[in-house]
């Protein structure tokens, strides 16, 4: 039956729908309503769940792989995939984290498929995005720079890209979900699937690495 408006839950009504979800306290009230949404198959759900996160795993895909279709690719890969699991999620983790960990999952098979081929793809800073003339370097915000300091900026990002590339993909995925995406250690445990002390170990490497990479900047 079609609703003509929204409904609003109060606080114990969502406490008492993720209780009898039996879902962990890991994810929010909000969340646990999302979630429910999505495991009832609501076409609505999905596309608040894909409008809340989608931007933010394609930004992680985008910086683990270089490769702005290859990311936009791996973005839908990764909501099909969410759409197909999400009966058996449990709500252990919150939904981003969940997310992020389909879409790493999809990207290391990804690189695994290149390389059985003999391919590696990359992509570089100035390439355009998609069919028009805007580059991924244009994407990022400007502000008020002047022209020698937004020269000075742009070289300082493709070398910091560059050296992100570079590293070693166990450190690159730790570093970017850390220094960039801003989880927590638990979290970035939780969704490369190692330990506590195995993601505190990559991402001191991944970020020395940057460091020896980045020396002069």
């Not at 850390?178 to 490369?192: F, M, N, Q, R, T």
């Not at 991944?206 to 900047?217: A, D, I, N, V």
Request: hydrophobic share 40%; charged share 30%; proline share 2%.
């Amino acid at each position: 039956m079609a609703l003509s408006r929204s409904i609003a839950f109060d606080e114990d009504t969502l406490n008492e729908a993720a209780s009898a979800a039996g879902l962990d306290t890991a994810i929010s009230r909000q969340e646990a309503a999302l979630l429910e949404g999505l495991k009832a198959g609501r076409q609505e759900a999905f596309d608040t769940l894909i409008e809340r996160f989608s931007s933010d795993i394609f930004a992680t895909l985008y910086r683990i792989t270089e490769d702005a279709e290859e990311a936009a690719d791996l973005t839908q890969e990764t909501f099909i995939s969410a759409a197909k699991s999400v009966a058996g999620f449990r709500g252990d983790s919150g939904l981003k984290t969940w997310l992020y960990r389909i879409a790493i999952n999809h990207a290391r098979n990804r690189k695994r498929w290149w390389f059985r081929r003999g391919r590696s793809k990359t992509i570089s800073i100035d390439s355009p995005i998609g069919p028009s003339e805007q580059t991924i370097g244009d994407t990022l915000d400007a502000g008020s720079r002047s022209p020698e300091d937004e020269a000075i900026w742009r070289e300082r990002q493709l070398s910091l890209r560059r050296a992100l590339n570079e590293l070693p993909e166990i450190f690159r995925e730790a570093v970017v979900l850390c220094d960039i995406e801003g989880l927590s250690y638990d979290e970035i445990a939780e969704v490369l699937g190692i330990s506590m002390g195995t993601v505190k170990s990559r991402i001191a490497r991944g970020r020395e690495e940057l460091r020896r990479k980045l020396k002069g900047y």
